[in-house]
């Protein structure tokens, strides 16, 4: 089942709404033992990391399955010109900034009349919404690693599909015990809660020892959003692209991230269109 892909700051893009999209992890999870998947959610500030991360610009790169979760990426999907699957020109050195003027032009246009705005994705997919959909609708088998509290449990109680789950701590040490019980819950399909990076990486590196998943995507916070430990932005602020405005509300200490997923993430954009070719 194939995709149209484009490609941002050097990451590929999938160009697909939602339905589209929970057919495609469908799709994967119904694929024979052997062949496996990672998928992944990149949003501005996971852009920002990637800048900073090789491993995990790497990743994101590599990925076979990619969803823009971010207002942010639709704008810059419509304010970009089409890319080849190289090294950005955000971590190429000697860059300048170019067209200041006309990111804050086209930001408002978008901000203003998304429907009308031009761009080449259509749809912001939200993890958290994505995976509950998914889990609703699947007859796969499946395993929650990560989430905060109980989560996880909850979802295990209300979901027959969830063959098991692990909420401790994740790290090196314990690692082989997670994958030990991921293999003997006979999961075909593995979300992981730990917060980007640490959720792709752990993926990217134990995905091929999990014997039977057929392909394995980080959620964020997805486990404790829908069971009520966290609560998402109002529906019209997660619209208009404001649930970065949210988060400052209710967590005030993590003002260095949402400035560098917003502020940091348009300058990063300009960059990226000074240093590209127009044709």
């Known amino acids: ?23 495609k992890l469908h799709y994967y999870s119904q694929l024979p033992k052997g062949e496996q998947h990672l998928c992944t959610t990149p949003n501005p500030e996971m852009i920002m ?5 090789p491993k995990f610009f790497d990743i994101l790169k590599n990925a076979d399955f990619s969803l823009a979760d ?9 304010f970009l010109p089409l890319q080849k699957l190289e090294i950005p020109s955000f971590m190429k050195k000697k860059q300048k900034w170019k067209n200041f003027w006309e990111g804050i032009t086209s930001l408002w246009k978008f901000t203003h009349d998304r429907k009308n705005f031009p761009r080449q994705i259509k749809s912001r997919i939200a993890g958290v919404d994505l995976f509950g959909n998914f889990l609703a609708t699947s007859q796969a088998r499946i395993f929650l690693l990560g989430g905060k509290k109980k989560a996880a449990a909850i979802l295990a109680e209300h979901f027959p ?20 019980q991921i293999n003997g819950s006979n999961a075909e399909v593995l979300f ?6 640490k959720q ?25 959003f829908l069971t009520g430990y966290q609560k998402r932005a109002p529906k019209w602020m997660q ?15 993590r003002i260095g991230r949402i400035l560098q997923a917003t502020i940091g993430f348009f300058f990063l954009t300009i960059k990226e269109k000074g240093g590209t070719d127009p044709s």
């Open 239 to 253: 619209e208009k692209g404001f649930e970065w405005l949210y988060r400052f509300y209710k967590h005030p200490l």
């Open 70 to 78: 971010g207002t942010g990426i639709l704008w810059a999907s419509g």
């Open 49 to 53: 990391e990637s800048r900073e991360n």
């Open 161 to 180: 599909n969830v063959v098991g789950f692990y909420n401790g701590t994740v790290d090196e040490k314990n690692t082989p015990a997670i994958i030990q």
């Open 200 to 224: 792709e990486f752990w993926i990217a590196d134990n995905l091929k020892n999990t014997t039977n998943i057929r392909f394995a995507m980080g959620v964020g916070g997805a486990f404790d």
């Open 192 to 197: 992981v809660a730990l917060g980007a990076p």
């Open 1 to 23: 089942m194939k995709t149209r892909r484009i490609v941002l700051f050097g990451i590929p893009f999938d160009t697909v709404n939602e339905s589209q999209a929970l057919l």
